[in-house]
């Protein structure tokens, strides 16, 4: 019998935002490998194995569901949100470079944070807009400052992912200054926490009410663009530029 | 008896990928409201109402659906992929600017295009991103290219929706001359026609070999940043800047 990797988009929290192609490769699975929160949302079962690991081992995780894999056994690596989206999948093309075994592999996706986060607040992302990691453990500082300048300057709403750690609390509070000076005291921005979940928060403040502490690592930021507006307790951002 | 409106998004295509919390909206709605091909996709049942209208008349839709909701009816709007994303949310929250009756709605997020189209080509969105809606219908050429540019300086990997249509053909052939330029002949750029239904058909390319007529207005397009690369069939942007 032949060995493949799945990596698997669990969503936001909830399971009914589970996707029926994850669930049938969750029942199909002789492994799961993940972070040990996402590997938590897994149901144990009689045969199945259970391999969760510490945060920022991305790489060793992907090299161990490859070998797995290589072993004959039917690995599913779990992310929350989506794969592909600051997740796994990366991690695990780059483990799989050199490799002269490459097992029957399928990216499975899901929703996403932000997308979820989306919903809740109303349609801040229904206008053109870019998604940002805000950690700076794979990358230089100074390039996500670039990357929120020319991102204001070319009015997308943007998606912040990872916006605080505990390691770094002041990298974000230059984000609001940064994003303040490029779009002004009045640009709506949206916090979204742990959505789906019970412990669920959504607020939308102007970027002058904006403060650090609003956000942790369980949050999802959405800055508007300069037309993002309010109608009723739903945030939108409109289709048309005129 | 109250009536309700909720957003729903039916992912790329196949019932796999359609969320437990979407197929649960529609097993409680009585009036189903979208695009003809996405109303085609809801099985009809005794009870439920199909309203299947033509598209760019979003706005006429979307009060529609707050017009049947007003008179107590349980309302889903479809949206292929995910509504939040180049489709009915933002359109909805427009027509309830002004209104004075607000029924209760909710947004449900899916399974957007260009996730479903990266899991297929591996994980071309693996670092930071941005989502450009193509189609001038909304706002001006300019702002297309500005944009283009803009975020070719970022290094974003960039996603494409609505490349080409019948209407315009031109447009997305200035849409390549412009990213050869910003990016060089050697970018990788990937072509994802109508992922998880039978048509699917997915390519990669570089931008010297990208012709417009691989994209209609059935694909995705996903272009690579700077450091996105191929690793046997799959293309992938790795998760670090070093």
Redesign the interface.
Known sequence: MSGWVAVAGL?PG????????VR?ALAQATDIVGYIPYVARVAPRAGLALHPSDNRV?LDRARFALDLAAEGKRVVVVSSG??????M??????A??GRED?PE?R??????AM??A???I????????????LSDN???WA?IE??LR??A????AMAFYNPRSKARPEGFARVLEILREACGPDRLICFARAVSTPDEAVRTVTLAEARPEMADMRTVVILGNSATRR??P?V??????P
Chains 1, 2 share one sequence.
Do not use: M, Q
């Not at 109303?122 to 990691?133: S, V, Y």
């Open positions: 969503g909830t399971d009914d935002l589970v996707t029926p192609e049938a991305e989506d794969p592909g989206v600051f997740a999948a990366s991690a695990l093309f780059e799989l470079e490459a592999i990216i499975l996706p899901g929703i996403t997308l979820a989306s919903a809740r109303g349609a801040p992302l229904g206008h053109d807009f870019c998604a940002i990691n794979l990358k230089p390039l670039k990357r020319l991102a300057e070319a009015d997308f109608v009723g739903w939108y951002t409109p289709r048309s530029v």
